[in-house]
């Protein structure tokens, strides 16, 4: 009688991330909001030091620096998100699905991610021809997780795959945060969130129902732990030219205090030999490490990648995800991001 050696847990066959053409140092950035907001918000130059505390050193955008010189509206919005992020979305997807040796074409389920634009159809039919996609694969378009959508989303890509074995998920996890940037609607939020976020894309293929010793990072059961009366500390709201910001300064300490509890009720914490956290400033990583009882400078992926890319919302999670996996990680990951609702998303990874 022969031994089942398949393992239900989808393997992880590759991961990508890329960044748009439009590099721009943290120190251009700030000349150029000083220039734009300073005579618009009283306040500006006491919230200044905050790009210089961000812990980045530079951000990538879908659109030149001149853009955010002029106001912008819906219209010219969306239309900027549907080529940058389609750019994006081509440019992960192509990449990963390289790595893994695989062709569009065998593609079964395409998950994307993101929060940072709206258009429909959604992204992944709007590159589907340019990609080769095939006219019967399953689309799963997955709005307004934020922050936590590439842990979110990874979930929900592993749940699919172990769903139906051998069938290739692609997940896809794009975000255009810089688009939002308005000059009609001035607020601490708004200057937090312009010295914090960037653009970027990250995608993963998935399978499951591979050999159990085939060496690939396998994805567990994805946890999550809502907090309620939360709903004011992250997300947007819908204005009349765009979505307006909401980012609680409270957020460290928030995550300092609440984290570990709402995770240990979720899975042992002893049970991981590294977390893989999304960072979303620097300040959030400091509480992390506090709050997991880790060395200060332990997430130093992390704010590696903070300091290259900034917060791009959903995929850095994910960035920081391939830079700890082609350095030799210990067996057991956790990958962990807190986003809208307010929400801990919770993802196991076991390393051969």
Known sequence: MTQDTRDARPRLLSIAAVVPPHGLSQDDILHEA????????????RLAPAFRNAGIDKR?????LDWFRQPHGWVDRTAAFAAGAGSLFRDAARKALDQADLRADQVDVVVTVCSTG?????LEALVARDMGFRSDVMRVPVFGLGCAGGVS????AAEL???RPDAVVLLVAVETCTLLFRLDRLAKADIIA????????????LRAGAARDDGRPR???GLQHMWPDTLDIMGWTVEETGLGVIFDRSIPEFAEAELRTALESLAPVRAVDRYVCHPGGAKVITALEATLDLAPGTLDAERRVLAENGNMSAPTVLFVLAEVLRKEPPPKLMALALGPGFTLSALPITVA
């Open 194 to 205: 312009t010295a914090l976020f960037g653009d970027g894309a990250a995608a993963v293929v």
């Open 153 to 156: 989303g990874l979930s929900l």
């Open 219 to 221: 994805i567990g059961r």
């Open 118 to 122: 709206i258009v429909t159809p959604t």
């Open 161 to 163: 795959a172990a769903a």
């Open 60 to 64: 990538h955008s879908v659109v030149p």
């Open 34 to 45: 000083r220039g734009l907001l300073q005579t618009r918000f009283a306040q500006f130059e």
